[in-house]
């Protein structure tokens, strides 16, 4: 009779550990993108900096999948409208950061992780499928950035000029490299099984 008990108790244990793993990977998540955010160039002509963060939110969504690089944004975002150091240091941090010009970018954040982490999930885990995930995903974050700035300059032409034509170039390099640690890390994980 004590046997089954014992069973019992490892289940319960397995869920515990798994279910801490599940709250690590979300919280280092959140923790990649702020230090991420901190990496930080401010260009001259227009509010929204040059970071690596964006390659951090990509990364997490990749790497983590849809539901858990959701889950690692949301937090992040809780993490700065509560005046957690986690946003770029030129911004004003908080919920005033959320509210200013990059506040689109941020506040896309969630949806840009969740897309690439799904787009990534079906399918072979290859450096393609991470590329488009990526590729997707930077659309749906520029959609957002620049929908914000449009309305903050009441000008579209004024986001696109403020948040588009600097950042292209150095955007399609953080896909790229997100979308080759994430194959090579997918591959890697897949073999030790």
């Known amino acids: 009779m004590a046997k089954p008990a014992i069973q019992t108790l490892n289940a319960s244990q397995e869920r515990i550990v798994e279910g801490a793993r599940r709250v690590a990977l979300v919280v280092g998540g959140s923790l ?3 230090v991420c955010a901190h990496i930080t160039i401010p260009l001259p002509g227009t509010p929204v900096p040059l970071t690596v963060q964006n390659f951090g939110v990509l990364l997490v969504g990749l790497l983590l999948g849809s539901r858990r690089g959701f889950a690692a944004l949301a937090l992040y975002l809780a993490e700065g409208a509560m005046g957690m150091p986690v946003f770029s240091p030129t911004g004003p941090g908080g919920i005033a950061q959320l509210l200013g010009p990059t506040g689109g970018f941020l506040l896309a954040y969630p949806l840009v992780a969740w897309l690439a982490g799904f787009v990534m ?7 393609a ?4 995930g990526g590729f997707l995903a930077e659309i749906v ?53």
């Not at 499928?129 to 488009?132: F, V």
């Not at 950042?167 to 997918?186: L, T, Y």
Request: charged share 15%; proline share 0%; hydrophobic share 60%.
């Open 129 to 132: 499928r991470a590329a488009l």
């Open 141 to 193: 974050l520029f959609i957002g950035g620049l929908s914000w700035l449009a309305v903050l300059t009441h000008s579209v032409t004024q986001a696109i000029r403020l948040g588009l034509y600097w950042f292209v170039f150095a955007e399609v390099i953080k896909v790229m490299v997100a979308a080759g640690i994430a194959a090579s890390w997918r591959r890697a994980s897949a073999t030790q099984r």
């Open 121 to 127: 999930e079906r399918g072979r885990k290859s450096f």
């Open 32 to 34: 990649l993108v702020a």
